[in-house]
């Protein structure tokens, strides 16, 4: 079975940035995603990458976080700039095969 494993995370205030890591035991194939759950919230999909490398984001996102792939090192990331409070969460990612990773926090305090 494929593992999915997230890092990254950490304390940051708002306006600085943060890189999310996704590390998967196996090589990437077809579309990948980062959702993310706040505390008492569901969870939401934040941006995906799919097999042609186009990518899709929430509009609660655009412009601010950028997903990428690294197929020789088989990980997704999510560069995440201009944080915000809101953006609070733990951060997760998901394989076209319905794979999850356990998540990684993200507190932006202020």
């Known amino acids: 079975q494929v593992q999915l494993a997230e890092s990254g995370g950490g304390l940051v205030q708002p306006g600085e940035s943060l890189r999310l890591s996704c590390a998967t035991s196996?090589?990437?194939?077809?579309?990948m995603s980062w959702y993310r759950q706040a505390s008492g919230k569901q969870r939401e999909l934040v941006a995906i990458?799919?097999?042609?490398?186009?990518?899709d984001y929430s509009p609660a996102v655009k412009g601010r976080f950028t997903i990428s792939r690294d197929n020789a090192k088989n990980t997704v990331y999510l560069q995440m700039n201009n944080l915000r409070p809101e953006d609070t969460a733990t951060y997760s990612c998901?394989?076209?095969?319905?794979?999850w990773g356990p998540g990684t926090q993200v507190t932006v305090s202020s």
């Open positions: 998901l394989d076209a095969y319905n794979n």
């Open positions: 196996g090589k990437i194939f077809g579309r």
């Open positions: 990458i799919y097999g042609d490398d186009s990518t």
